[in-house]
């Protein structure tokens, strides 16, 4: 099923239709990767220029839906820039706008409540140290405590004071949080960080001691991933991810 909105392309500049094209193409891989809790979960992409807008997902459908045209634009007071059927999650825009209006840096905020994210999120220890995936996250990872559903303004600072610089956020006894400089990196970033909890969970699952490994390692690994990656990051592997999503359905881009 698609749900389109008329005229968008039409309206919007060739730069925030591309986003838009990429971001609904984001929705669409993490409900094939099941990783969406039905209508729950959100992510956002800023789009460049003076007014801070950035899109979201329409609040109500199911992200195999989603597409290009029916994600809607807002600014940082959660307000719709044009016309939109469509309402947001007042939680999604609390947590999204937080980020986005301190880290110019990141285009794209994806915030997901995975099984084994939260998890992880609720464990003590937190992400442990035993997987290469897990390598990866730890090269720059935070906390954020949970205070209940996300809907307190106040929030807003803690949240903004624990991510930081970093690239990954762990919402305690929440989910998992990554941003990136584009949407296909943040959502490496988000493979990776939900990789490494999938592996931990199924780790922990079997019962035998788990080996560690040093901060040594994690020290080298952002040098050897941009090696791995010939310096591409996640756009290495958006094209072939795409191709992907365009074997199974191609109406993301309408």
């Known amino acids: 099923m698609t749900i389109a909105t008329d005229n968008i392309r039409e309206q919007v500049s060739s730069d925030e239709w591309q986003i838009r094209v990429d971001l609904a193409a984001l929705y669409r891989l993490v409900a094939l990767h099941k990783w969406d809790d039905i209508v729950f979960t959100h992510?956002?992409?800023?789009?460049?220029?003076?007014?801070?807008?950035?899109?979201?997902?329409?609040?109500g459908l199911m992200f195999e839906e989603v597409?290009?045209?029916?994600?809607?634009?807002?600014?940082?007071?959660?307000?719709?820039?044009?016309?939109?059927?469509?309402?947001?999650?007042?939680?999604g825009y609390n947590i999204h706008s937080a980020v986005h209006e301190i880290r110019p840096d990141a285009q794209c905020v994806i915030h997901l409540h995975t099984r084994a994210g939260i998890a992880v999120s609720a464990q003590a220890g937190g992400l442990l140290p035993i997987s290469q995936q897990a390598s990866i996250v730890l090269t720059s990872l935070a906390y954020h405590d949970y205070e209940g559903i996300a809907l307190s303004t106040e929030e807003r600072e803690r949240l903004q004071r624990d991510l930081g610089n970093k690239s990954n956020l762990i919402l305690r006894n929440h989910g998992l949080l990554t941003v990136g400089?584009?949407?296909?990196?943040?959502?490496?970033?988000?493979?990776?960080?939900?990789?490494?909890?999938q592996i931990q969970v199924m780790a922990?699952?079997?019962?035998?001691?788990?080996?560690?490994?040093?901060?040594?390692?994690?020290?080298?690994?952002?040098?050897l991933v941009n090696e791995v990656t010939k310096g591409m990051g996640g756009s290495l592997a958006w094209p072939a991810l795409l191709r992907k999503l365009d074997r199974i359905d191609t109406s993301y881009n309408s």
Do not use: R, W
């Open 181 to 197: 400089p584009s949407i296909a990196d943040a959502f490496l970033a988000m493979y990776m960080l939900e990789s490494a909890c």
């Open 67 to 91: 597409t290009a045209s029916s994600l809607v634009k807002v600014d940082l007071a959660g307000s719709k820039v044009g016309d939109s059927p469509y309402e947001i999650n007042p939680a």
């Open 43 to 59: 992510m956002t992409a800023h789009i460049p220029g003076p007014e801070q807008h950035f899109l979201i997902n329409p609040y």
């Open 204 to 223: 922990q699952a079997g019962g035998a001691e788990l080996i560690s490994f040093g901060p040594e390692i994690i020290d080298k690994t952002d040098q």
